[in-house]
C-alpha cells in the first residue's frame, strides 16, 4: 500500500508537469486494467473528435516505466509502441471477412476509413460537417467499448503482454503531434474482481418482465450488460439483446433496466445477466432470476346499476356483470359525488353476488354509491358514482336571525341562526344595491358555516347595501328568502361641487346663477365671497339641491370693487365637495355726471354778442362740451370749455336762430346727460 501511495504521488507529479508545459487545446483521457491472458491493456478516448482525427493520422507513442521503491526520483521510459495508427484499409476488411458478425468492427472502420460527404462551402455546411465528425467519432468510442478488435485496429487500445503480475506501472499515451497532450495512468498489475449482477427488483406485468439492478454500484465496473433467456425447448440460453444494454428508467435513472415482452402471462421464464467491460471483456454472468408475465387487466366495471329504496334506511342496490373470471365486489358510499367514499361491505361480497342491502341509507342527505370488482391477480375496477335516489321535495326553513356590520374598511361581517334541518347542505349570500334590483349569489358555493364576510368598495356614489339568504338541502331544495338585510356604508366619497353658468353685474348688485351639486345624497349648496386681495372665504348663501339650478342676487357691495366667488356642496354625512373654479365680478358703478342746469342768457344788441353763463361743482375737473345749432338745424360740437362756466360770441343779425346744449366730461371720461335746450333769438 505504501507503494501504490508514492506511485500515485508521482503520476500526480508528472501530470502536473505536462499541464505546466503544455498549453494546447485538446488532450486524450486514459484508463488500463490488468487482464490475465492480454497483460495490461489500456485505453484511451479524446476530448473532442478534432483531437482523435488529428491523431489517425499523426498515430500515437506508448511508454512504460516500472516503479521500484526507491525509484522516485529517476523514472526510466522504456517506449512500447513508436507510432501506433489505425489499421489501414485493406487490414481492416481481411480483419472484417475473417470476423464477419462483429458489427462494431464495421461501425468503427467506417467511421476511420468513411469520407466526410463533400458540400458546398457555407455557414450551414460548416456546421454540417462538425456534427458529421462527431457522430463518426462517437460511433468509433462506441465500438471500441465493446469490441476488443475495433478497439486495437482504430489505435484506441495497446496491449502489454509483457508486463508481470503484481508490478507497479506508470504508462504515458502520446499523440506525435504538439496539437493535442498526452496523459499518464498509474496501474498496478493485479486481476480486477468484478461482481455478479444482482437483480433488486422484478416487475412481473401484462405480458412483460421488467428487471432492475442499481446503476451506482455496476457502473464503475461495466460500460453495458448482455441479457439472456433460457429457451424451455432446447435448454440453451440465447441472448436477447442486439446491441448492449445500459438502458436507465426515466422515473428510475439509479437503476439499469431491462424489459421482455412475453407472449402469454404465468409461463415461467429464466433469465441471466453479465456485465461488459470497457476492456472488451465479460464479467461473471449473475444467477438465475426466475420471473414471469401476470395478469394485470381489471374486469370490466358491473353495469346497469339499479336502486330501489325500501324504506326506514334500507337501500336495495343490483347490478350486472359481463365477465367470469371475477372473484368478489366491494361496495363504498359517500354523501358527495367526488370526496370521502368509504366502504360498506365489512368483508369483500362473493363473486356470486348481483345485489346488496344498505342498510346505514340516510334519507335526509345524498346517497352516492361505488361498486368495485375484483379478480384473482387483485385488478380492481370501479364504477362511477351512482346517486341512489330519494325523493324528497321538502325545503328547508328560511334563514332567520340575519344581522351584520359595514366597518371604516368596507368589511362586511354577516352572521345568523343555524337552522333545525339534518339534511341542510347550506346557505347562498345574495345581495343588491338597490331592494328592488336583481340579487346576485356572493358566495358561489353553499356556506357550511352561520358567518360570512364581504368586502365592499367604498369609493363608489351607492351608500346602500342589502343582503338576503337562502337555505338548501342535499336534495337540491331551496328555501325561502330570508328577510331583507339593510346595511350603510360608511360615506367617503364627497358629492359634486355645484357649476357657475351666467353673471350679471349691473345697478341692482351682481346677479349670480349656478347649476346645484347633481350627488343624491347632498344636503346644502354653498356660494361664497371674498374681496380680491382676502384669503377667506365667506358663506352669503345657502341653498339645498331640490332644484336642479340656483341664484342669488348680491347688493351688499361696494361700487367698483372687485369680488371673488366659489361654490361647494355638503352631503349629509358632512363631507364636502371641492371648489371647481373662482368667478370674479366687479360691482357695479354709475358713471353719469350731473347735468348742466339753470344756464343764464344775455343778448347784447349793441356788441352783437351772446354770453352763456352757468354754476357747476368742482368746475375747476370738469370739461365742457358745447353744442351749437343755427336756423334749426342739427346740434354739432362748437366749442370744449375747460374749467370755465361761460362762454361768448358774436352773432351777424337778430334774425338769426342759435341753440345751444352743454355736456359734462371728466378726467376719468365719465360723461352727464345733455343740458336742456338753450334758445336764443
Same mark, same amino acid.
Given at each position: 500500500?505504501?507503494?501504490?501511495?508514492?506511485?500515485?504521488?508521482?503520476?500526480?507529479?508528472?501530470?502536473?508537469?505536462?499541464? %505546466?508545459?503544455?498549453?494546447? #487545446?485538446?488532450?486524450?483521457?486514459?484508463?488500463?486494467?490488468?487482464?490475465?491472458?492480454?497483460?495490461?491493456?489500456?485505453?484511451?478516448?479524446?476530448?473532442?473528435?478534432?483531437?482523435?482525427?488529428?491523431?489517425?493520422?499523426?498515430?500515437?507513442?506508448?511508454?512504460?516505466?516500472?516503479?521500484?521503491?526507491? =525509484?522516485?526520483?529517476?523514472?526510466?521510459?522504456?517506449?512500447?509502441?513508436?507510432?501506433?495508427?489505425?489499421?489501414?484499409?485493406?487490414?481492416?476488411?481481411?480483419?472484417?471477412?475473417?470476423?464477419?458478425?462483429?458489427?462494431?468492427?464495421?461501425?468503427?472502420?467506417?467511421?476511420?476509413?468513411?469520407?466526410? =460527404?463533400?458540400?458546398?462551402?457555407?455557414?450551414?455546411?460548416?456546421?454540417? !460537417?462538425?456534427?458529421?465528425?462527431?457522430?463518426?467519432?462517437?460511433?468509433?468510442?462506441?465500438?471500441?467499448?465493446?469490441?476488443?478488435?475495433?478497439?486495437? /485496429?482504430?489505435?484506441?487500445?495497446?496491449?502489454?503482454?509483457?508486463?508481470?503480475?503484481?508490478?507497479?506501472?506508470?504508462?504515458?499515451?502520446?499523440?506525435?503531434?504538439?496539437?493535442? &497532450?498526452?496523459?499518464?495512468?498509474?496501474?498496478?498489475?493485479?486481476?480486477? @474482481?468484478?461482481?455478479?449482477?444482482?437483480?433488486?427488483?422484478?416487475?412481473?406485468?401484462? #405480458?412483460?418482465?421488467?428487471?432492475?439492478?442499481?446503476?451506482?454500484?455496476?457502473?464503475?465496473?461495466?460500460?453495458?450488460?448482455?441479457?439472456?433467456?433460457?429457451?424451455? !425447448?432446447?435448454?440453451?440460453?440465447?441472448?436477447?439483446?442486439?446491441?448492449?444494454?445500459?438502458?436507465?428508467?426515466?422515473?428510475?435513472?439509479?437503476?439499469?433496466?431491462?424489459?421482455?415482452?412475453?407472449?402469454?402471462?404465468? %409461463?415461467?421464464?429464466?433469465?441471466?445477466?453479465?456485465?461488459?467491460?470497457?476492456?472488451?471483456?465479460?464479467?461473471?454472468?449473475?444467477?438465475?432470476?426466475?420471473? %414471469?408475465? *401476470?395478469?394485470?387487466?381489471?374486469?370490466?366495471?358491473?353495469?346497469?346499476?339499479?336502486?330501489?329504496?325500501?324504506?326506514?334506511?334500507?337501500?336495495?342496490?343490483?347490478?350486472?356483470?359481463?365477465?367470469?373470471?371475477?372473484?368478489? /365486489? *366491494?361496495?363504498?358510499?359517500?354523501?358527495?359525488?367526488?370526496?370521502?367514499?368509504?366502504?360498506?361491505?365489512?368483508?369483500?361480497?362473493?363473486?356470486?353476488?348481483?345485489?346488496?342491502?344498505?342498510?346505514?341509507?340516510?334519507?335526509?342527505?345524498?346517497?352516492?354509491?361505488?361498486?368495485?370488482?375484483?379478480?384473482?391477480?387483485?385488478?380492481?375496477?370501479?364504477?362511477?358514482?351512482?346517486?341512489?335516489?330519494?325523493?324528497?321535495?321538502?325545503?328547508? &326553513?328560511?334563514?332567520?336571525?340575519?344581522?351584520?356590520?359595514?366597518?371604516?374598511?368596507?368589511?362586511?361581517?354577516? &352572521?345568523?341562526?343555524?337552522?333545525?334541518?339534518?339534511?341542510?347542505?347550506?346557505?347562498?349570500?345574495?345581495?343588491?344595491?338597490?331592494?328592488?334590483?336583481?340579487?346576485?349569489?356572493?358566495?358561489?358555493?353553499?356556506?357550511?358555516?352561520? /358567518?360570512?364576510?364581504?368586502?365592499?368598495? +367604498?369609493?363608489?356614489?351607492?351608500?346602500?347595501?342589502?343582503?338576503?339568504?337562502?337555505?338548501? @338541502?342535499?336534495?337540491?331544495?331551496?328555501?325561502?328568502?330570508?328577510?331583507?338585510?339593510? +346595511?350603510? $356604508?360608511?360615506?367617503?366619497?364627497?358629492?359634486?361641487?355645484?357649476?357657475?353658468?351666467?353673471?350679471?353685474?349691473?345697478?341692482?348688485?351682481?346677479?349670480?346663477?349656478?347649476?346645484?351639486?347633481?350627488?343624491?345624497?347632498?344636503?346644502?349648496? /354653498?356660494?361664497?365671497?371674498?374681496?380680491?386681495?382676502?384669503?377667506?372665504?365667506?358663506?352669503?348663501?345657502?341653498?339645498?339641491?331640490?332644484?336642479?339650478?340656483? %341664484?342669488?342676487?348680491? !347688493?351688499?357691495?361696494?361700487?367698483?370693487?372687485?369680488?371673488?366667488?366659489?361654490?361647494?356642496?355638503?352631503?349629509?354625512?358632512?363631507?364636502?365637495?371641492?371648489?371647481?373654479?373662482?368667478?370674479?365680478?366687479?360691482?357695479?358703478?354709475?358713471?353719469?355726471?350731473?347735468?348742466?342746469?339753470?344756464?343764464?342768457?344775455?343778448?347784447?344788441?349793441?356788441?352783437?354778442?351772446?354770453?352763456?353763463?352757468?354754476?357747476?361743482?368742482?368746475?375747476?375737473?370738469?370739461?365742457?362740451?358745447?353744442?351749437?345749432?343755427?336756423?334749426?338745424?342739427?346740434?354739432?360740437?362748437?366749442?370744449?370749455?375747460?374749467? $370755465?362756466?361761460?362762454?361768448?360770441?358774436?352773432?351777424? =343779425?337778430?334774425?338769426?336762430?342759435?341753440?345751444?346744449?352743454?355736456?359734462?366730461?371728466?378726467?376719468?371720461?365719465?360723461?352727464?346727460?345733455?343740458?336742456?335746450?338753450?334758445?336764443?333769438?
Amino acid at each position: 500500500m505504501q507503494a501504490l501511495r508514492v506511485l500515485m504521488m508521482i503520476l500526480a507529479i508528472v501530470q502536473a508537469a505536462q499541464a %505546466q508545459e503544455d498549453t494546447v #487545446r485538446f488532450s486524450i483521457q486514459l484508463s488500463g486494467s490488468y487482464l490475465e491472458g492480454h497483460g495490461v491493456v489500456l485505453r484511451w478516448a479524446h476530448s473532442s473528435p478534432g483531437s482523435w482525427r488529428l491523431c489517425n493520422y499523426y498515430g500515437y507513442k506508448v511508454e512504460r516505466a516500472v516503479f521500484r521503491q526507491g =525509484t522516485e526520483q529517476g523514472i526510466q521510459w522504456t517506449t512500447l509502441a513508436d507510432s501506433l495508427r489505425p489499421q489501414s484499409l485493406e487490414s481492416w476488411r481481411r480483419k472484417v471477412k475473417s470476423n464477419p458478425k462483429d458489427t462494431f468492427l464495421m461501425v468503427a472502420g467506417q467511421a476511420i476509413h468513411g469520407k466526410l =460527404t463533400p458540400k458546398e462551402f457555407s455557414i450551414k455546411s460548416l456546421q454540417d !460537417k462538425s456534427a458529421e465528425l462527431s457522430n463518426l467519432y462517437a460511433a468509433c468510442v462506441l465500438a471500441a467499448e465493446y469490441s476488443r478488435d475495433a478497439a486495437i /485496429f482504430s489505435a484506441l487500445r495497446f496491449e502489454d503482454a509483457s508486463a508481470i503480475a503484481g508490478e507497479h506501472y506508470l504508462y504515458r499515451v502520446s499523440p506525435r503531434t504538439e496539437k493535442v &497532450s498526452g496523459a499518464v495512468f498509474a496501474l498496478t498489475a493485479e486481476p480486477t @474482481d468484478y461482481p455478479k449482477v444482482l437483480v433488486d427488483t422484478v416487475n412481473e406485468g401484462e #405480458r412483460k418482465v421488467e428487471l432492475l439492478w442499481k446503476r451506482d454500484i455496476y457502473k464503475q465496473f461495466y460500460s453495458a450488460f448482455n441479457v439472456y433467456r433460457l429457451n424451455e !425447448k432446447n435448454q440453451k440460453w440465447e441472448k436477447l439483446n442486439g446491441a448492449p444494454v445500459a438502458f436507465t428508467g426515466y422515473k428510475k435513472s439509479d437503476y439499469f433496466i431491462y424489459r421482455d415482452s412475453l407472449t402469454e402471462n404465468y %409461463q415461467p421464464a429464466a433469465y441471466r445477466i453479465e456485465g461488459l467491460t470497457s476492456f472488451g471483456t465479460r464479467g461473471p454472468i449473475s444467477d438465475v432470476i426466475h420471473a %414471469q408475465g *401476470r395478469d394485470r387487466t381489471p374486469p370490466d366495471p358491473p353495469t346497469d346499476v339499479r336502486f330501489e329504496y325500501l324504506g326506514n334506511g334500507l337501500m336495495k342496490i343490483s347490478w350486472r356483470v359481463a365477465q367470469q373470471d371475477i372473484e368478489g /365486489f *366491494r361496495i363504498s358510499k359517500s354523501n358527495e359525488k367526488q370526496k370521502e367514499f368509504v366502504e360498506i361491505t365489512r368483508g369483500p361480497l362473493p363473486k356470486q353476488a348481483r345485489s346488496y342491502i344498505d342498510s346505514t341509507c340516510n334519507e335526509m342527505i345524498n346517497n352516492y354509491y361505488w361498486i368495485g370488482v375484483f379478480d384473482a391477480e387483485n385488478n380492481v375496477n370501479v364504477t362511477f358514482p351512482n346517486y341512489g335516489t330519494i325523493i324528497d321535495s321538502i325545503p328547508p &326553513s328560511a334563514p332567520e336571525g340575519v344581522t351584520g356590520s359595514v366597518d371604516t374598511n368596507g368589511v362586511v361581517t354577516l &352572521s345568523w341562526k343555524l337552522g333545525p334541518e339534518p339534511d341542510l347542505k347550506g346557505y347562498y349570500v345574495h345581495s343588491s344595491n338597490h331592494p328592488k334590483q336583481t340579487y346576485i349569489n356572493r358566495t358561489g358555493e353553499p356556506l357550511r358555516d352561520t /358567518f360570512w364576510t364581504d368586502t365592499l368598495p +367604498l369609493n363608489v356614489l351607492t351608500e346602500d347595501i342589502y343582503y338576503k339568504l337562502v337555505a338548501i @338541502d342535499h336534495r337540491s331544495n331551496y328555501s325561502q328568502y330570508s328577510k331583507v338585510l339593510h +346595511l350603510r $356604508k360608511p360615506d367617503l366619497v364627497p358629492p359634486s361641487a355645484p357649476v357657475f353658468t351666467s353673471s350679471v353685474s349691473d345697478k341692482n348688485g351682481n346677479l349670480i346663477r349656478w347649476n346645484n351639486s347633481s350627488s343624491h345624497d347632498v344636503r346644502r349648496n /354653498f356660494l361664497l365671497r371674498r374681496k380680491r386681495g382676502e384669503q377667506s372665504f365667506v358663506p352669503v348663501f345657502d341653498c339645498p339641491s331640490t332644484l336642479p339650478a340656483g %341664484q342669488y342676487l348680491d !347688493k351688499d357691495l361696494k361700487p367698483g370693487e372687485t369680488y371673488e366667488y366659489t361654490m361647494e356642496a355638503e352631503d349629509d354625512a358632512g363631507l364636502r365637495s371641492g371648489r371647481l373654479s373662482v368667478l370674479a365680478m366687479r360691482a357695479y358703478l354709475d358713471k353719469t355726471l350731473k347735468a348742466v342746469s339753470k344756464v343764464v342768457v344775455e343778448v347784447d344788441t349793441s356788441r352783437k354778442q351772446v354770453s352763456l353763463y352757468w354754476n357747476y361743482p368742482n368746475k375747476q375737473q370738469q370739461t365742457f362740451v358745447l353744442y351749437r345749432s343755427i336756423k334749426g338745424q342739427s346740434f354739432i360740437t362748437h366749442k370744449v370749455l375747460k374749467a $370755465k362756466t361761460e362762454y361768448r360770441e358774436r352773432y351777424n =343779425t337778430l334774425a338769426d336762430s342759435m341753440r345751444y346744449r352743454i355736456k359734462v366730461i371728466n378726467d376719468d371720461g365719465w360723461q352727464s346727460e345733455f343740458s336742456e335746450v338753450i334758445r336764443v333769438k
